[in-house]
């Protein structure tokens, strides 16, 4: 399994970027794909899940509004679409996978995901 994130760049506040998550080595069809970001000295958090099955979004409350996940199965890869960016959004961006649908209950928590990406820097100044 592999998933090659893509997309991070330093931009201004209010500013956009759309991150790229590119997957191989398993069914992207069935699987919950999850973003999670980490500021220096924070621990990691949820930012948005997608369940590709039915294509349900999950969204944290800091986000809503702002950013939306989103996905093509035809190049089985899920994107994050990332508006009016903030100083606050400054993170690495992770992307991850799981098998299973996504839940409300489970959706950002960090141990639900079994497959990482090796991260892209998003810097808001």
């Known amino acids: 399994v592999q998933l090659v994130e893509s997309g991070g760049d330093s931009v201004q506040v209010g500013g956009s970027l759309r991150l790229s998550c590119a997957t191989s080595g398993f069914t992207f069809s069935a699987a919950c794909m999850g973003w999670f970001r980490q500021a220096p000295e924070k621990e990691r958090e949820g930012v948005a899940s997608?369940?590709?099955?039915?294509?349900?979004?999950y969204y944290a409350d800091s986000v809503k509004g702002r950013f939306t996940i989103s996905q093509d199965n035809a190049k089985n890869t899920v994107y994050l679409q990332m508006n009016s960016l903030k100083p606050g959004d400054t993170a690495i961006y992770y992307c991850?996978?799981?098998?299973?649908?996504?839940?409300?209950?489970?959706?950002?928590?960090?141990?639900?995901?079994?497959?990482w990406g090796q991260g892209t820097q998003v810097t808001v100044s």
């Open positions: 991850a996978a799981h098998r299973y649908d996504c839940y409300a209950g489970s959706w950002s928590y960090v141990s639900s995901y079994v497959h």
């Open positions: 997608i369940s590709t099955g039915d294509s349900r979004t």
